[in-house]
């Protein structure tokens, strides 16, 4: 087993804005199962975050427990990490986001780390519009645990673990989310970096909770024939509601693309997410149009992926909350405790 | 683009680079792995069946093989192939054993070899064992032409010389030395022999002829003459002043030649500018380091001649255009011309060949520049009877090209006399697939990559170099820097070799890749593809491993082969074995069997 990545890059790796290459974003080397989907997505997101500029230490990596909450081992090496407790990643996040708004935060997780032992504190960090990127690997089974089925597992799915159909419905996280009132909702696959490199991309640039269920398929428990998470399964049922092409702010927009056919989502950093409809009467930045599309897709048997839904005028939880500007945790005592005449006025208000 | 066919040997072999540069095909990763492993014997017989002068080659080989090395392509510098060769000559033990042992059952053929360079030595290697009757000429007392004549002992020592040279010679040739041979009709024709090698050579060097070359007489000499009468210790000294003209290795050779026995004050000057020198960097660098400025730009005018000897030469200035075409121009720059004292001038601006000795009426045809008309492939001359190799064949070259031209005439002799068509009936190179891998993730081959930058070869302290010509400046590696040297290699030849029918696209291969070598993406021409790739693949020389359509996505797997590291993680990642490392064993088929 080789544990050391070799030292050598392409001698031509062309370099981002702040002057990085793609090495410089990369993690250890991964002692995932080979061939596991959770190792592309990490690939993923170490190109969007190379393709984005992002300066390693203004993000911070956090996770829960499962071999998809390893992965941050694997990606990133030179930005700040927290492997936390099995299913407690958002509010981690949360903490952390609410001491430092500077950082952008990355929030990965497994299906079982999402949808069962972590359910509630999920659905809450939805609800408070928590700025961050959530991620979650689902690949219907708990990996590290030797693959019984998660929450997710379609009803009538077969694992190699569990040998029989799934007796229960699958939790469908991104009707979830919707429903708990995310502002940004993606669905997307392992095996199609096309897709899920501008999503992650478009997830930075949201103000607000950026939730992407990315279907992983498990190497070792759940590839085989009767799995709904598998490789071919996927690929044979993948329905597509846009191609995608992210552009960031400074960028021209280049591309041509057909009337009607098309959409142009301006996020809120003033990027551009082109959106190359497959699906027509479909409208992502339409709540209901959304949830419509995934309830079709749903009941068709498809697994609708791509941006589903944003919400283009998103708050997330700082402007809810009103806090300053400056990160909490850089505030001094004199900002934090402004003496006894400013209290007297704070007091006077309450009178 | 249609999908690489592995089967062609060629495709694999072309990933070897250095195996792909080398004109003898040498396997060298496979020779530096049994040098990593210690296995010196094992290594230097590979060398010896593939160009049959390793302690030579390891010192003075022109390494084709280097600047063609991967290494090189993902940092500084290419593995110290040469230098790693030596250390298999320095340290192999005793490898007689190994090899052919006479007396060889007759098989009733004879054969005359000209000259007794390398060329020759060759052919007399790979036809001796089978038997054949063979006749040695040389005009020199022992055999090993230029290698002997004119590669100075302080860059090859005598011993390693006599040595390789005697492992051919006792294969039962008989030799004919201090025989010059005169008449291609009389001495050789009419001897009835079956076929005739020609390594004569390019034995002539070229004279410069400007005014006061005459009456500067014996203080000019030409380079090649210059080298051998060193060699054979018919000069033992020369002035303190010595100008060197020309900036090939010859100038190199004559110019240190010339610091050993009695030049205090040598200069190289070259007519053209520096980077458009011949000679190899190494051995500019060596040169430099023995304290020997090179004057470039300075075309010599004439010889000046005070009280009827030698004083010196004048040189004009110069500088070089180019034309688009890269053609160069040397133009005047109009400063005033230079005088540069010498006691001695040594001239070393080419050699040239010489076959006035083969008659005109023998169905040898000659063409161009008085050379001989042959078949690039199998060097069969007019006369089928007559074959030529080595620098009697297309010019001056190099060792290694000699030998890769012997094994080829001998294969072609050997064809010849057995009735068969040279060209039709060559025999195709010799291929082997092997596969590596031993467990799920254990390799047979060490697979990491080592970081170590280039190490340096040791020499000889200067001040005891320059008082003896004999003294070997360059002291080879030691077991330990040859084992970090050899731990460089890449080991090209063990190939990532593509499954499409087991692979699930998983991407597992592409995300792993350190040089970003794999792509799946749709398929394309070439050009097209290669502006679709996980980086860019802009040298065209290297192939695009192309597969078939993928069943799930009709997608292609496009690997550019450039940069691979060789370090079998794709294989390691795959989850189906759709990749796999097997070693590629390519060897140029010779005409008798050695190993
Ligand atoms: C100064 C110098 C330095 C060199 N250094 C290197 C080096 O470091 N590395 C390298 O790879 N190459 C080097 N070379 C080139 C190399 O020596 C030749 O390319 C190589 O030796 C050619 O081999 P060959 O077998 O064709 O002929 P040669 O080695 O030239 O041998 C031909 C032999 O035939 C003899 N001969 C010629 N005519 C007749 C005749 N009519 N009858 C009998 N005998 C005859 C010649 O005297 C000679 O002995 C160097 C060349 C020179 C001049
Ligand atoms: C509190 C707690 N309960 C249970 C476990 C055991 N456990 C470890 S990983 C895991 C499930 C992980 O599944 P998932 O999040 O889908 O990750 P995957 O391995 O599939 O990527 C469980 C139940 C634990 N580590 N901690
Ligand atoms: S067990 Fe499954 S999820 Fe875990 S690393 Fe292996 S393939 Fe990936
Ligand atoms: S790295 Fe090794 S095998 Fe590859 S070209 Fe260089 S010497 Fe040859
Ligand atoms: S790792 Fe293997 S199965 Fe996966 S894409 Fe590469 S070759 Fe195909
Ligand atoms: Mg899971």
């Known amino acids: 087993m080789t544990y050391i990545k070799p030292i050598f890059r392409h001698p031509l790796l062309p370099k981002n804005k702040v002057g990085f290459t793609k090495k410089d974003y990369e993690g250890a080397i991964s002692t995932l199962c080979a061939g596991c989907g959770h190792d592309s997505i990490s690939a993923a997101i170490i190109q969007a975050c190379f393709e984005m500029s992002v300066e390693p230490h203004k993000l911070a990596k956090i996770s829960g427990i499962g071999c998809s909450s390893k992965t941050p081992t694997y990606f990133l090496g030179n930005s700040h990490g927290f492997n936390s407790v099995h299913g407690r990643m958002p509010s981690v996040t949360t903490g952390a986001n609410m001491a430092n708004r500077d950082l952008i935060y ?246 | 683009m249609r999908p690489t066919n592995i089967q062609e040997p060629e495709y694999f072999h072309k990933v070897v680079d250095c195996q792909h540069a080398c004109p003898a095909h040498t396997p060298v990763p496979e020779y530096i792995r049994l040098i990593a492993a210690e296995r010196y014997a094992e290594a230097y017989m590979i060398n010896w069946e593939s160009n049959v002068f390793p302690g030579i080659l390891g010192r003075t080989c022109d390494r084709p093989c280097e600047p063609a090395c991967r290494r090189g392509r993902v940092e500084e510098k290419p593995v110290a192939i040469c230098r790693l060769k030596r250390v298999a000559a320095d340290n192999k033990g005793d490898v007689k054993q190994y090899m052919p042992k006479g007396p060889f059952k007759p098989n009733g053929k004879k054969i005359a070899l000209i000259g007794g360079g390398p060329a020759s030595l060759t052919v007399a290697r790979d036809l001796a064992p089978l038997g054949y009757e063979i006749h040695l000429y040389d005009e020199w007392y022992k055999g090993g032409g230029m290698m002997r004549t004119q590669i100075p002992s302080f860059r090859l020592p005598e011993e390693v010389l006599d040595e390789e040279v005697g492992y051919v010679i006792g294969l039962g040739i008989h030799t004919h030395f201090k025989h010059r041979v005169e008449s291609m009709k009389e001495e050789i024709l009419a001897k009835g022999y079956d076929a005739v090698f020609v390594g004569t050579g390019a034995p002539k060097g070229r004279d410069l002829k400007l005014p006061g070359r005459e009456e500067a007489g014996k203080n000019v000499h030409i380079g090649v003459e210059f080298l051998a009468n060193v060699a054979f210790e018919h000069i033992h000294k020369i002035g303190k002043k010595v100008i060197v003209l020309g900036g090939g290795n010859t100038a190199m050779d004559c110019c240190r030649t010339s610091r050993r026995i009695g030049g205090e004050d040598v200069k190289v000057i070259v007519r053209s500018p520096f980077k458009d020198m011949k000679a190899s960097p190494w051995e500019i660098e060596d040169a430099q380091a023995e304290d020997i ?14 009280d009827g000897k030698l004083a010196g030469m004048i040189f004009g200035k110069v500088r070089a255009e180019y034309d688009e ?107 082997n697939l092997l596969r590596q891998k031993m467990g799920i993730h254990e390799w047979m081959y060490d697979n990491d990559v080592a970081p170590d930058k280039r190490y340096k070869v040791a020499h000889t302290d200067k001040r005891k170099a320059l008082k003896n010509r004999k003294v070997e400046v360059e002291l080879g590696f030691t077991t330990e820097e040859a084992f970090k040297e050899a731990e460089r290699c890449l080991n090209c030849d063990v190939q990532t070799v593509f499954n499409t029918s087991r692979c699930i696209e998983c991407d597992a291969c592409v995300d792993i890749c350190p040089t970003s070598c794999i792509t799946f993406t749709t398929n394309g021409d070439e050009a097209d593809l290669r502006t679709r790739l996980s980086a860019p693949a802009l040298n065209t020389s290297q192939d695009l491993y192309v597969s078939d359509l993928l069943p799930a996505t009709k997608r292609v797997m496009v690997k550019d082969e450039d940069v691979c590291l ?20 390519y060897s140029v088929t010779k005409a008798g069997a050695v190993l």
């Open chain 1, 106 to 351: 990355l929030g990965v997780s497994g299906d079982g780390d999402t949808a069962s032992i972590g359910m509630g504190q999920f659905v809450h960090a939805v609800r408070r519009n928590v700025n961050m990127v959530y991620i979650v690997m689902n690949n219907g089974c708990y990996g590290l645990t030797k693959g019984q089925d998660s929450a997710t597992a379609d009803f009538g799915s077969i694992s190699k673990a569990s040998k029989t159909p799934s007796p229960f419905q699958g939790i469908d996280l991104v009707g979830l989310a919707m429903e708990m009132g995310a502002t940004f909702v993606a669905r997307s696959f392992s095996g199609d970096k096309s897709q899920l490199v501008p999503l992650i991309k478009a997830g930075m640039s949201h103000p607000g909770f950026a939730f992407i269920d990315c279907i992983s398929p498990c190497v070792t428990f759940n590839n085989n024939k009767g799995s709904t998470k598998s490789y071919s399964y996927v690929r044979a049922h993948n329905e597509a509601t846009s191609l995608l092409d992210f552009v960031p702010e400074e960028k021209e927009i280049t591309m041509e693309y057909e009337e009607g056919a098309s959409k142009e989502v301006v996020l809120h950093d003033g990027s551009v997410l082109l959106l190359k409809k497959l699906a027509p009467e479909w409208d992502p930045s339409d709540r209901l149009s959304a949830f419509s599309k995934v309830q079709e897709a749903k009941a068709s048997g498809e697994i609708l992926t791509g941006l589903l839904y944003i919400d283009l005028e998103s708050k997330e939880l700082h402007d809810l909350f009103g806090t300053t500007d400056t990160p909490l945790n850089t505030l001094r005592e004199k900002e934090l405790c402004p003496g006894s005449e400013a209290l007297e006025v704070i007091n006077a208000g309450r009178r």
């Open chain 2, 293 to 306: 400025p090179i004057l470039n730009n300075m075309p010599p005018k004439e010889y000046v001649i005070k």
């Open chain 2, 325 to 431: 075409n890269g053609k160069r121009k040397l133009i005047p720059t109009g400063e005033p011309d230079e005088f540069v004292e010498a006691d001695d001038v040594i001239i070393a601006i080419g050699q040239d060949n010489y076959f006035p000795w083969i008659e005109r009426d023998l169905g040898i045809e000659f063409g161009k520049w008085d050379m001989p008309v042959l078949h690039k492939t199998t060097y069969q001359s007019t006369n089928p009877k007559v074959f030529f190799g080595g620098d009697a064949a297309f010019g001056p070259a190099n060792i290694i090209t000699a030998a890769a031209h012997g094994h080829q005439a001998a294969v072609s002799i050997h064809l010849f006399l057995q009735g068969k068509d040279v060209l039709a009936d060559r025999p195709a190179p010799k291929t």
């Open chain 2, 566 to 585: 060789h370090c079998g993680l794709c294989a390691e990642r795959c989850p189906t074995a759709a990749w796999d490392m097997q070693k590629y064993l």
